[in-house]
């Protein structure tokens, strides 16, 4: 299974979904991490992902944040947005999300570790 995560700070969270990996899914798991919107290239990609997580602040050089790459893939099919979730260290996100109909998408927040990625993502993955 291949998960997509949308991160400007990998260092933050990559051991988090290292130990994740190995300790629930024997390290069979295929994680892809984007610094930014268009290194990852056409929106169409999210079709070869089980689940998509999006930091809402990625780096400064991204055309676009993590609202952006939302707003994308709504525009090119709604349904992914059903195996999505939000990673923010931010308590406004919520909030932002709800405003824009999105009250849907599961948030994890940070600073994350191995147990909570793991509740968070359990449904999607299973």
């Known amino acids: ?3 997509l995560v949308f991160e400007n700070e990998i260092s933050e969270v990559e051991n988090s979904f ?3 990996n190995l300790k629930y899914y024997n390290n069979e798991l295929e994680i892809k991490y984007y610094t930014n919107s ?3 290239g056409d929106i169409t990609n999210v ?3 089980k689940l998509i997580i999006i930091d809402i602040d990625l780096s400064v050089k991204s055309a ?4 952006g790459i939302i707003d994308d893939i709504k525009e090119y099919k709604p349904e992914v947005l059903r195996r999505t979730i939000i990673i923010t260290g931010s308590s406004q996100v919520r909030k932002k999300l709800d405003e ?5 998408i599961p948030i994890l927040q940070k600073p994350i570790n191995y147990k909570e990625i793991f509740n968070g993502t ?3 993955l299973t």
Not at 64 to 67: A, L, S, T, Y
Not at 100 to 104: D, G, H, I, R, V
């Open 1 to 3: 299974m291949k998960i």
């Open 18 to 20: 290292k130990i994740f």
């Open 38 to 40: 268009q290194d990852f």
């Open 47 to 49: 079709d070869d992902y």
């Open 64 to 67: 676009k944040d993590g609202f």
């Open 100 to 104: 824009k109909s999105y009250n849907f």
């Open 122 to 124: 359990k449904k999607f």
